[in-house]
């Protein structure tokens, strides 16, 4: 399933000038690893900003 969903080369991300495609799993890693995800090189720089959809006005943010 995971297969079909992420096309090969990801061509879709060529337009937008991305250069890195992140995601987070609990317990697929073995998965995303035979589509080329790798583990961050350097996680200790990575960090996160959670936001509480709740909480920001609906024209702030955009449709999923």
Known sequence: ???AKQPSGRP???PLGAR???LATKDAHE???RL???PLAEPEMWMALQVDRARVPADA????
């Open 36 to 38: 080329g995800f790798t």
């Open 20 to 22: 890195r495609s992140l």
């Open 61 to 64: 943010v955009s449709p999923s």
């Open 1 to 3: 399933m995971v297969r």
């Open 12 to 14: 879709h991300l060529t």
């Open 31 to 33: 998965v995303y690893a």
